[in-house]
């Protein structure tokens, strides 16, 4: 229940259940780091902890003068009641107070720290090589900027002041029992390794469970969000029965899980109020003896009364601090792991200039994993202006070459240089500048369709993209939509057809006027005669400018002044259409396929 | 909240053992203060044993007492069971309901909700759902059973506390209700803040290539700084009001507390009271007023289960917009497919896609569909599984129109290889058998051999059992698409529907595909859906589509010397014929 109560923000599954506990590895370290994040609020921190002391003093001398005026009671001298009362009201107030100012500056503390961590993220993945996304799944990723984030947040709004009371209440209660008696309080702690124990067996199971919900959690959601993006094809299969009892099985066993986490959870509550009556009785029976032998008077039972049970909920709410402060951790030290990551490099050549677009790839060999090479010895000089086609089948390596030149991935060995200058030594961003390009995936943001063509730069004009979007024939794309170019498109473009997407893709990189031109497979989807259209107009708008196109379909490339024919990852012919139609090699039979259809 | 209560009736008896026995513990609580003041009164301060304190009395009502809080703490476990197994219940029975109900809605409604949404539906909202119901069991009982009992315990031991509680309580639900109307509307923005944050970072990661080449981190930066800047400003906003609860609370408590020490101290001194009834007195006002407290909890989590809870029910609620027919054996002799006068618009645009297209297949003819980017070629493959309903004229499929037919059994007889080829997360194997769950090994090695996938699955490590990554990633689109084809070809049904799925196939594959198809479906009627002459001009027919209007049918040699849109389509494509003189 206590934890359920904690307002979480987290957008992921599982809000305000039990995260499972993770350790972290390096929890020092991990500290450390957190931390310095607290650096700039040094001020606040500070008042933070005066709070919670102030605070904490109040709330544990406010039950000493109620057992002073309780005692004044019992012994009928009324005279110092509205003296003692007062106090009371003022310590109340000031602790009240304390609290307030304590809320407040967690608040602010979790809103500039989380926003600035989040942040940081952001920045260091916008930043991380491609390479790196590549490799790692997006939704671990996310779950990092998401989950973890807000998991750190809410130690820091919550678990901090709790944290810092709780252990000060234990003290500072500690004290004041001792400072009344010493054998009440040794009886009054007696009761405490019980809790402990308990707390231990029981957060431990409670691990157990929470870690296997978390599990099935992710399966629940795994399931739904495969099904669903895929639900034309589970419509068209007709896989909904199937699908339906799979997800059943998942949900039932996370039904089952969580009854007994959430058992388990419900159950702290429960022992925990037994353990505090029992540390009750025994207080009243010792408390009463001690009175009968005149060593104590009967306030300080009441006040022992107080503090015994102000003693255990410390103890018990420390006991669920660990595991949050524990998973916490573990999800910061996963942000730092992604923090640490090397981002790329953009040292080299700031300013490129005019560029010319000579192109030369010389000996370039490449592979993604050690051991298995995709790009063999690969020569390739691209002249000024020219337009040249890269073709072969599926898995030769024809986008590879485009992810080298883009600097996404680097080569193993070989050099790639435009306009005689090694682009290692070209910065990254002078580099992509220099180069426009429209990728296999049509991607595009969840914006205004202008917003999306204007994407290379916001402040180009509206006649510039009219015109560029003309040019790639994407303004009928844009008219058709209800608010012309000012519609949204919603899910990044899922309403449009892919051939509309890529019709957008090519707009948006005509818009960029770069001096080179990469179509890694850019009009896959869109018909031909549209797809000429593009290409008169590339012709004219690329005009001194080099292009670089990738292409099943051999009508996109017939005119290229170079074709490159590709195969495993080995350039095996190079020519124009006519010449390499002469030499009757592969290009030759691959056009033949297309234009007699089954001429195999 | 209609809809959902159905699924929380079925457990209503489970849900009355949990008050049942959250009952029992409350009593146990409120039970408590007397026997502790008893212990006070009469065992400690001895007040009916001449001044003496009584420690065989402290004893023997301490054990009972004990005894009295493990019995409470057991009601509570048992409650907590109950309540427990009634949430958690509801919850499971919502989730299956709600994706059961998402399995048969229209591709139109799917788009509508989006799927984003749906995740965050069934996943994040049923969770709020569940805790919403577990905490109105457990939690509103307990909160007015610890108000109500509390009061009457406070009452009973002296009328002259009724004061206190009169004062104390009507402040606390003003404040209440003022906090409450604050936050509600907070929750609701936050939410979309969430999605906000997250979708940008979504779009960051699967296009980074994008972004890195247009130079675009700093533009993204400055747009998730804005974003991000918003969620934390309405989580800072709800965390201040949040603030506030606590202290104001405990003022209110505390001077009640004084207050009750004070009217006591006057009773005492009349002798109307015994000290001991005062510390009862103050262990009952805080009762009541932790009571009160908790109840402002779970209104937090019921104004957040509401808002879920609706969401969840558009889900429910969302009917089904196709309905079923009970057609589930075609005609063999009937033409295979047949469109009169069919008209489309997609629902609430207006716009109108598809217009007057008629035209009918005899069984094992191919028809080829050409037409501009945008035309409507999809739209009109679309209508023949039923994906959507026409708006205007009839398509049937086997002698009956498609709206008489049972939608599995219509599905059943059509395979339909999309545009975007969608794999599942299982191995290869398992995916191509998606067509045909009986499917033998061998029936799956021939269907993706014509599908001309088997050479590149068994150069594979792990061949047929190699897992396909989530969305099919860990393969090239040229990949993707040959394992959708042959998920399609094992599935041996009458109408084979190919949209635009061998575009990132290279031309020699595609052409070896067109001939085992030729060779080996001769009997299956085929549409398909082509950008490329050379993949069109073989099929009996083509139909070459413009605009959301037949342009011109027929065969490609009539096609050639009748349409004009037909050759200079062919024209941009071999151009080179004439340029290159071959």
Known sequence: MAQQQNVSFRGGPGRGMGTPVEKPAAMKDTLKRLFSYFGSEKVYVLILILCVTAGVLCGSFAPRMQSSAIDSVVRGSFSQLPRLLTIMLILYLLSAAAVLLQGLISARLSRNITGKLRNDLFDKIVHLPVSYLDGHSHGDLMSRMTNDAENVSNIISQSLSSLFSGVLT????????????????????????????????????????????????????????????????????????????????????????????????????????????ITFVIVAVFGAWFAIHGYISVGVISAFIIYSKQFSRPINELAQLYGQIATALA?????????DEKSEDFSGEPKLGKVNGVVEFSHVNFSYEPGKQVIYDFNLKVEAGKKIALVG???????????????????????????????????????????????????????TVRANLKYADASISDEKMLESARLASCDTVADALPDGYDSFLASAGAGLSQGQKQLLTIGRAFLSYPYILILDEATSSVDTRTEQNIQDAMARLMKGRTSLIIAHRLS???????????????????????????????YYSLYMTQFAGNAT | MKTIFPYVRKYLGFAFLASLFMILEVSVDLLQPGMMAAIVDKGILGLGNGGQPDIPLVVSTGIRMILLVIAGGACGLLSAVFSNFTGQSCGNDLRKACFSRIMHLSHQQTDDFTTGSLITRITNDISQVQSLVMQVIRGVIRCLMLFVGG?????????????VVAIAFPIILLYIIFVLRKTSPLFLILQERIDHVNSIIQENITGARVVKSFIQEDREQARFGK???????????????????????????????????????????????????????????????????????????????????????????????????????????????????????????????LRDISFSLRPGETLAVIGSTGCGKTTLINLIPRFYDATEGTVSVAGADVRLWNKAALRNKISVCIQKS?????????????????????????????????????????????????????????????????????????????????????????????????????????????????????????????????????????????SALYRSICDSQQSSRQKGGV
């Open chain 1, 170 to 277: 234990l003290v500072v209660t500690l004290i004041m029992m001792l400072s009344y008696n010493v054998p009440l309080t040794l009886l009054t702690c007696s009761t405490v390794v019980l809790t402990l124990l308990a707390t231990r067996f029981l957060s431990a199971k409670m691990r157990l469970y929470y870690v296997k919900r978390q599990e099935l959690l992710g399966k629940v959601n795994s399931t739904v969000e495969e099904m669903v993006s895929n639900c034309r094809t589970v419509a068209a299969y007709n896989l909904q029965e199937e699908s339906v009892k799979d997800f059943e099985q998942t949900s039932d066993a996370l039904k089952k899980t969580g009854i007994i986490a959430d058992i388990l959870g419900n159950a702290m509550g429960p022992v925990m109020n037994s353990l505090s009556n």
């Open chain 1, 331 to 339: 999800g910061a030290e996963r942000i730092f792991a992604v923090l």
């Open chain 1, 393 to 447: 089948s599926t898995g030769c390596g024809k986008t590879t070459i485009v992810n080298l030149l883009m600097r996404f991935y680097e080569p193993d060995s070989g050099t790639i240089t435009v306009d005689g200058t090694d682009i290692t030594k070209i910065s990254r961003h002078a580099l992509r500048d220099a180069i426009g390009i429209v990728l296999q995936d049509a991607i595009l943001f969840s914006d």
């Open chain 1, 556 to 586: 996109t490339i017939l005119d290229a002044d170079q074709i490159v024919v590709m195969d495993k990852g080995h350039i095996v012919e190079t020519g124009t259409h006519s010449e390499l139609l002469a030499k009757k090699g592969q």
């Open chain 2, 151 to 163: 009061s009457y315990a406070l009452l009973s031991l002296n009328l002259s506390f009724t004061v």
């Open chain 2, 227 to 353: 974003a991000n800047q918003d969620l934390t400003d309405t989580q800072f906003q709800v965390s201040v009001l949040l603030s506030f609860m606590r202290p104001v609370m405990n003022i209110v408590l505390n001077c009640a507390t004084i207050a009750i020490i004070w009217i006591g101290s006057i009773q005492v001194r009349e002798g109307s009271l015994e000290p001991g009834s005062i510390m009862a007195a103050i262990t009952y006002i805080s009762q009541i007023l932790n009571g009160i407290l908790m109840l402002v909890m779970i209104f937090q989590t019921v104004t957040r289960g509401m808002v879920s809870g609706k969401r969840v029910e558009e889900i429910l609620l969302s009917e089904p917009e196709l309905k079923d027919g009970s057609v589930t054996e075609g005609d063999p002799q009937a033409d295979s497919v047949v469109f009169d006068h069919v008209s489309f618009a997609y629902p609430g645009t207006g716009r109108t896609i």
């Open chain 2, 422 to 562: 969608e794999l599942f997360n299982r191995t290869i194997a398992e995916n191509i058998r998606l067509g045909d769950r009986n499917a033998s090994d061998e029936a799956v090695k021939e269907a993706a051999k014509a599908a001309q996938a088997d050479s590149f699955i068994t150069d594979m490590p792990d061949g047929y059992e190699t897992m396909v990554a989530q969305g099919g990633m860990s393969l090239s689109g040229g990949q993707r698409q040959r394992v959708a084809i042959a998920r399609a070809l094992l599935r041996k049904s009458d109408i084979l529907i190919f949209d635009d799925s061998t575009s990132a196939l290279d031309l020699k594959t595609e052409a070896a595909l067109h001939t085992t198809l030729r060779r080996d479906y001769k009997d299956v009627t085929r549409i398909i859906v082509a950008q490329r002459i050379a993949s069109v001009m073989d099929a009996d027919r083509i139909l070459l589509l413009d605009n959301g209007q037949i342009s011109a049918m027929g065969t490609h040699d009539e096609l050639l010397a009748g």
